[in-house]
């Protein structure tokens, strides 16, 4: 049994929302750039007589995707890579050619999140790993060897905690009687901090175990990098379809389409003036305001409740010079 089939309740959020933007046709090519569990994939492919090629960093993604590769047969193609690598991948599988729409669901997936052996939640003990793909380094590895100043500063950074130092502090101090390896060792830390007090109503340990996947997965790397790449491979007319969850990457999405749209003046620090001066909109945006889940979505699916959809329709102009300086660690310290 494969991952999609584990999860036949497997929801994809704000479906509706993404097939009415992307707009699916009859002859036309989509990158589905976080497969997952196939949601959107599955939805595109029956909107229209289309072709998807889908892309999945996570091994476990694409060995459930046998059935709908059985199902629609030729009309779709996966690859194992991330969606940064997505030119590469157009490339490879369309040589000379550029696609209609992109389709990038960010952040983890219900059945990552459902996989106590992958080790994204704190809900349940298992090996503290947190890796999307199946090569890099563990959250274990990173909190096992790293300096408690680099520790906390990734908890600040990529979970927003205010509490980043003493929760490093504890880390450090645990470690040093035994090193880390499950989940509800880790939470249990987190938890002391807080004396199990909840956070804006959420258990203690949620930012510090988001913070570790992004950091983990380079997530905001890869969400930079692979909006650009998506500039560069979508064809004039083409859709790109953004749905994130949480602020770091909706501000990271929000920025990238503004200034491709032309609607702010403000050149990034990363990129000298002249090239930003020169640089005509790639971009026209569908929606001004993200787009949020509706009530009924919400009954049916709460873990919904922080997507937001930002979308925009390719120009003619050119690729706006490379910026992937924009997500790295910043001076604050906590």
Request: aromatic share 6%; net charge neutral.
């Amino acid at each position: 049994m494969g991952p999609a089939d584990k999860h036949p309740r497997h929801i994809p959020v704000l479906i509706s929302e993404v097939l009415e933007t992307l707009a699916p046709k009859a002859g036309e090519i989509y990158i589905d750039g976080t497969f997952g569990a196939g949601g959107y994939t599955r939805a595109i492919l029956e909107k229209a007589d289309c072709s998807v090629l889908a892309l999945d960093r996570d091994p476990n993604a694409i060995r459930g995707a046998a059935p709908l590769i059985a199902q629609f047969g030729r009309r779709l193609k996966i690859i194992e890579t991330p969606f940064s690598q997505m030119e590469d991948a157009v490339g490879a599988e369309l040589p000379g050619q550029q696609v209609d729409g992109v389709v990038l669901d960010i952040g983890v997936s219900s059945m990552q999140l459902d996989d106590a052996e992958r080790g994204f939640s704190f809900q349940s003990d298992g090996p503290l790993d947190m890796r999307m793909s199946s090569s890099g380094m563990s959250a274990a590895d990173f909190l096992n060897t790293a300096d408690e100043e680099d520790i906390a500063n990734v908890i600040y950074e990529f979970g927003e905690e205010h509490r980043s130092r003493a929760i490093a502090r504890a880390i450090v101090k645990r470690r040093v009687d035994a090193p880390f390896s499950r989940t509800l060792e880790l939470a249990d830390v987190v938890s002391r901090v807080f004396h199990g007090r909840k956070v804006d109503g959420r258990h203690p340990a949620t930012r510090t175990f988001q913070a570790l996947r992004i950091f983990v997965n380079d997530e905001l790397g890869e969400l930079t990098t692979g909006l650009a790449a998506a500039e560069r491979i979508l064809k004039p007319g083409g859709r790109l379809v953004v749905v994130s969850f949480h602020s770091l990457e909706d501000r990271i999405v929000k920025k990238f389409l503004t200034e491709r749209s032309g609607k702010t003046a403000g050149a990034s620090r990363h990129q000298p003036p002249e090239l930003i001066k020169s640089a005509d909109p790639s971009f026209r945006l569908v929606n001004s305001r993200p787009l949020t889940p509706s009530k009924g979505e919400l009954e049916v699916n709460p873990r919904s409740r922080s997507a937001r959809l930002r979308a925009a329709i390719r120009l003619d102009a050119a690729a706006w010079p490379l910026d992937t300086g924009a997500t790295g660690l910043s001076q604050h310290r906590r």
